[in-house]
């Protein structure tokens, strides 16, 4: 892959090459399962007309991808089986229609009316932004460079995302990568400014991702702001 040179002096043992240059060491697969596991959490805690279907389906079909994930590959690396890929897809997936229904259900119950007490609709608002957050930080982690197992192969794609390391790498550590703390991390920002803060995503489906974010943490956040003043009123 081509290297493309940083403007300026480096400073005494820096590397100026690109970060999507370089192969990112493999990553362990807990991180991942426990932001899985807490937004699952969150979403099965809250009151009843903002959940939808029994209560066990969703933590078991999860703990069911998830268990086998942990022992047969507990780490993500290069030649992981497509089988693993599609499985650690699934898992997020399935939290994350578990929360755009939740979201639904909360607009629903705000706009018309529920049985659902006033603090009870805040609490859960903030439990279903918090979900948000960390499933996107997931989605972003998966999406960039065709996911942590591609990142890995020194002939991994372009990236979808541009960290501040990337556009000043001599701010860095050699052969710096982005791990799942940085997506995470990504996803918070997103969330709370409705915006790209110090990354930009450079790619459309990273653009749609942070968008939908964006979107959904606004309308919920717009929620809780209308609903508290109606609480405080």
């Known amino acids: 892959m081509p290297k493309i040179p940083a403007p300026g002096p480096s400073a005494p043992g820096k590397s100026l090459d690109p970060a999507w240059g370089v192969a990112a060491d493999r990553e362990h697969r807990w991180p991942a399962t426990l932001a899985v596991a807490a937004a699952v959490a969150l979403t099965v805690a809250l009151p009843n007309p903002l959940f939808l279907g029994p209560r066990w389906a969703l933590p078991a079909v999860e703990a069911a991808l998830a268990a086998p994930l942990m022992v047969v590959s507990p780490f993500r690396h290069r030649d992981e089986p497509?089988?693993?890929?599609?499985?650690?897809?699934?898992?997020?997936?399935?939290?994350?229609?578990?929360?755009?229904?939740s979201l639904a259900l909360l607009v629903s119950a705000i706009i018309n009316g529920s049985n659902i007490s006033g603090?009870?609709?805040?609490?859960?608002?903030?439990?279903?932004?918090?979900?948000?957050?960390?499933?996107?930080?997931?989605?972003?982690?998966?999406?960039?460079?065709?996911?942590?197992?591609?990142?890995?192969?020194?002939?991994?794609?372009?990236?979808?995302?541009?960290?501040?390391?990337?556009?000043?790498?001599?701010?860095?550590?050699?052969?710096?990568?982005?791990?799942?703390?940085?997506?995470?991390y990504v996803s918070f920002t997103n969330a709370t400014a409705f915006s790209p803060t110090d990354t930009m995503p450079l790619t459309l489906a990273a653009k749609a991702l942070m968008a939908t974010e964006s979107l959904a943490a606004l309308l919920t956040v717009t929620l809780v702001a209308a609903r508290a003043v109606n609480i405080l009123k």
């Open 82 to 101: 497509v089988v693993a890929r599609w499985a650690s897809l699934v898992l997020i997936g399935l939290a994350e229609v578990a929360n755009l229904i």
């Open 119 to 184: 603090h009870q609709l805040v609490l859960a608002a903030v439990e279903i932004y918090l979900t948000n957050m960390a499933l996107f930080g997931l989605w972003f982690w998966e999406l960039d460079r065709g996911g942590p197992g591609a990142r890995m192969r020194l002939d991994h794609r372009e990236p979808d995302f541009l960290f501040p390391q990337m556009v000043t790498p001599a701010s860095a550590p050699p052969g710096w990568h982005p791990n799942f703390v940085d997506y995470l």
